[in-house]
């Protein structure tokens, strides 16, 4: 009888040492995942951006040519939105829009497309690439409010490529 007693409470302890593993490696796999989260984050940005920007470039992809507005196309709030050149510093983008944020990219080159949306004075959506790559490029001077409801000439390029275009009343 006293033996079985004694397998019994190993039985007992060795489960109570898979418990505490299993409790380990759960609290180890929840650091891991917070950690990626974490450097997702801050190399690819906020999910919510990522999800504008991929919105962004689906409705403009089905914008058909002749006259919009901004108004029309963008999928998500915004009060205004900037245009800048390329070679624009993130200080001088900060200077112009009078707010800052950490994640402004310089266009570091001619041939893209450099748009940032705002939105209650927080940027909800920033666009920086080749307009090849994005499908479409606007075109205006640096700012539009969203009350302006300025309209654009669509027209569609032989490579598919959406211009916005010459802002008229």
């Given at each position: 009888m006293a033996c079985g007693k004694w397998s019994r409470s190993i039985s007992l302890l060795w489960n109570k040492g898979e418990e505490s593993l299993k409790k380990g490696k759960i609290a180890g796999m929840a650091i891991l995942l917070l950690?990626?989260?974490v450097l997702g984050y801050a190399f690819l940005g906020s999910p919510a951006e990522w999800y504008r920007r991929r919105a962004l470039r689906q409705a403009m992809a089905a914008v058909e040519d002749g006259e919009v507005t901004l108004n029309e196309i963008i999928p998500f709030s915004?009060?205004?939105v900037y245009s800048?050149?390329?070679y624009t510093t993130q200080e001088q983008m900060e200077e112009i829009m009078?707010?800052?944020a950490r994640r402004l990219e310089e266009s570091p080159s001619e041939g893209m497309v450099q748009l940032v949306f705002v939105n209650g004075g927080q940027i909800?959506?920033?666009v920086c690439g080749y307009i090849s790559k994005e499908g479409y490029s606007v075109s205006f001077d640096e700012k539009i409010n969203f009350a302006d409801n300025v309209v654009?000439?669509?027209?569609r390029d032989a490579d598919g490529i959406l211009w916005l275009t010459e802002p008229h009343d």
């Amino acid at each position: 009888m006293a033996c079985g007693k004694w397998s019994r409470s190993i039985s007992l302890l060795w489960n109570k040492g898979e418990e505490s593993l299993k409790k380990g490696k759960i609290a180890g796999m929840a650091i891991l995942l917070l950690l990626l989260a974490v450097l997702g984050y801050a190399f690819l940005g906020s999910p919510a951006e990522w999800y504008r920007r991929r919105a962004l470039r689906q409705a403009m992809a089905a914008v058909e040519d002749g006259e919009v507005t901004l108004n029309e196309i963008i999928p998500f709030s915004w009060d205004s939105v900037y245009s800048f050149g390329p070679y624009t510093t993130q200080e001088q983008m900060e200077e112009i829009m009078g707010i800052s944020a950490r994640r402004l990219e310089e266009s570091p080159s001619e041939g893209m497309v450099q748009l940032v949306f705002v939105n209650g004075g927080q940027i909800v959506c920033g666009v920086c690439g080749y307009i090849s790559k994005e499908g479409y490029s606007v075109s205006f001077d640096e700012k539009i409010n969203f009350a302006d409801n300025v309209v654009f000439r669509a027209k569609r390029d032989a490579d598919g490529i959406l211009w916005l275009t010459e802002p008229h009343d």
